[in-house]
C-alpha cells in the first residue's frame, strides 16, 4: 500500500508530491493522470524551442520568492513580464486599463485620468468594482467596462456580464499611471523549457510512480494507498449522481504563420468575434523566425472535455460543499488544486495550498 495517491499529475499533484517526499523521507507515492502526458492544464509542448501551451498560456508571477526558489532545481526560468493589448475599434490598446488606453478609447478622459490620480497613488492598481463607485467617472468608468469587459467576459463565463462575480472581473484591475504590465508581482518569469518538462522533474525528483492515461475510481484505487489525494473534479469523485458542477472549457487552434502583429497576447472583447484571445508563443519566447506558433481559444461553455474554469456562484457553492463533505466523510481523502476545490486559483496560489497541504499532513 502507497502512503498517497495522488489524483492529477498537474502542477498542485506536483508541488504536493515533491514537498511531501522532502519532509517524509522514503514515503511512498504514487501518481494516477487520466491523460496521457504530465502536467494537467499547464501542460505544453516544445514545438521546435518553442513551448507551446493548447490550454492557455501561463505567466508565473508572484510576490512569494521562495516559490520561485522552490520550482529553480527542476527547470530554468527566465524573466517575462506579461504585457497584453486589446482590439478595439480598429485598434490595439494596452490591457489593464491605463493612461493611455482612457486617452484613446475613453469618454471624457482628461476627467477621468485627472480624478483617478486625485484619489489614488500612481500606477496603484485599482479594482474595476471600486472605480464603479465614484458617482463622478461612473459613466465614463462604464463606457471602457462596455467595450473592454462585457463582451470578453461573458465569451469567457458563458453568462451574463452582471451575473458573473465581481471578483473575477477585480482580476484585471486599472492601473493608475501609465505601466502596461498585465501582472504587478515582483518576480515575473515562464520556465525555459515550459512546464511540463519542469512538473515531469518535480515528480521525477520525488520519487512518484506514476501511471498515465488512467481515470480514478474510488472502487478500483482507493485501497492503494493510506490517503488520497484528489486534484480533479470533485463531482466526479462521485459520479456527479447529485449534479454536475459547472467547469468551463475551451477550444485551442494552433497555426504556424506569419505574423504581422507585434504582441504576444492579444483579447477580443467583441461579442461578434466567437474567440477570446490568441497567444503568439515564439514572442512570448523571443524565437526570432518569420513564423510564429499562435494558439487562439475560443470558450465552449460546459461541454468540453477539458475542464479549466470553476463557475463560482452561489448555486454552485452550495452543492460543491455537498460533495466536499462527502469527501471528507470518506475519511481518507483530501481535495487539492484548482478543480479539487472549486477555486479560480493563480499558479503561486495552487503551489501555496499545496505546499501547506504537504506541512499540514506530514505533522499529522
Avoid at 502507497?2 to 489524483?7: E, H, K, Q, W
Avoid at 490568441?278 to 513564423?291: A, K
Wanted: charged letters at 20%.
Amino acid at each position: 500500500m502507497y502512503d498517497y495517491l495522488i489524483v492529477g499529475a498537474g502542477l498542485s499533484g506536483a508541488t504536493f508530491a515533491n514537498r511531501m517526499s522532502q519532509i517524509r523521507k522514503g514515503c511512498s507515492i504514487l501518481v494516477l493522470e487520466k491523460n496521457t502526458y504530465i502536467g494537467g492544464n499547464c501542460s505544453d509542448t516544445l514545438m521546435g524551442s518553442v513551448p507551446v501551451s493548447l490550454t492557455g498560456p501561463h505567466f508565473f508571477h508572484t510576490e512569494n520568492k521562495s516559490l520561485l526558489e522552490f520550482l529553480l532545481p527542476y527547470g530554468e526560468m527566465v524573466p517575462y513580464q506579461n504585457k497584453v493589448v486589446s482590439f478595439v475599434k480598429g485598434e490595439y490598446v494596452t490591457v489593464p486599463v491605463n493612461f493611455s488606453t482612457i486617452s484613446r478609447i475613453g469618454v471624457n478622459p482628461d476627467k477621468v485620468i485627472e480624478r483617478l490620480k486625485e484619489i489614488f497613488s500612481m500606477n496603484q492598481r485599482v479594482p474595476l468594482s471600486r472605480l464603479l463607485r465614484d458617482t463622478s467617472i461612473r459613466e465614463e468608468i462604464l463606457h471602457l467596462q462596455k467595450i473592454l469587459y462585457e463582451g470578453y467576459t461573458e465569451k469567457q463565463w458563458n453568462m451574463p456580464f452582471h451575473k458573473v462575480p465581481s471578483g473575477v472581473l477585480d482580476r484585471v484591475p486599472f492601473i493608475v499611471g501609465k505601466e502596461d504590465l498585465y501582472f504587478g508581482d515582483s518576480c515575473q518569469v515562464i520556465p525555459k523549457l515550459g512546464y511540463s518538462r519542469m512538473i515531469t522533474n518535480m515528480l521525477m525528483d520525488s520519487g512518484a510512480e506514476i501511471i498515465l492515461g488512467e481515470t480514478f475510481s474510488w472502487e478500483k484505487h482507493h485501497r492503494l494507498a493510506k490517503k488520497v489525494i484528489f486534484c480533479g473534479e470533485v463531482d466526479s469523485l462521485f459520479n456527479k449522481d447529485i449534479g454536475s458542477l459547472p467547469y468551463l472549457s475551451t477550444h485551442f487552434d494552433i497555426s504556424y504563420r506569419k505574423e504581422s502583429s507585434e504582441y504576444p497576447l492579444i483579447n477580443y472583447p467583441s461579442k461578434e468575434v466567437p474567440y477570446t484571445r490568441e497567444t503568439n508563443y515564439s514572442r512570448v519566447y523571443n524565437v526570432q523566425s518569420s513564423l510564429s506558433w499562435v494558439v487562439r481559444e475560443t470558450p465552449l461553455g460546459y461541454i468540453g472535455k477539458n475542464p479549466m474554469y470553476p463557475v463560482v456562484t452561489r448555486a454552485s457553492s452550495d452543492l460543491y460543499r455537498q460533495y466536499q463533505a462527502r469527501a471528507l466523510d470518506l475519511h481518507k481523502v483530501v481535495l487539492l488544486g484548482r478543480l479539487g476545490l472549486f477555486r479560480y486559483l493563480n499558479m503561486d496560489q495552487a503551489m501555496e495550498v499545496s505546499l501547506n497541504l504537504a506541512e499540514s499532513l506530514a505533522q499529522g
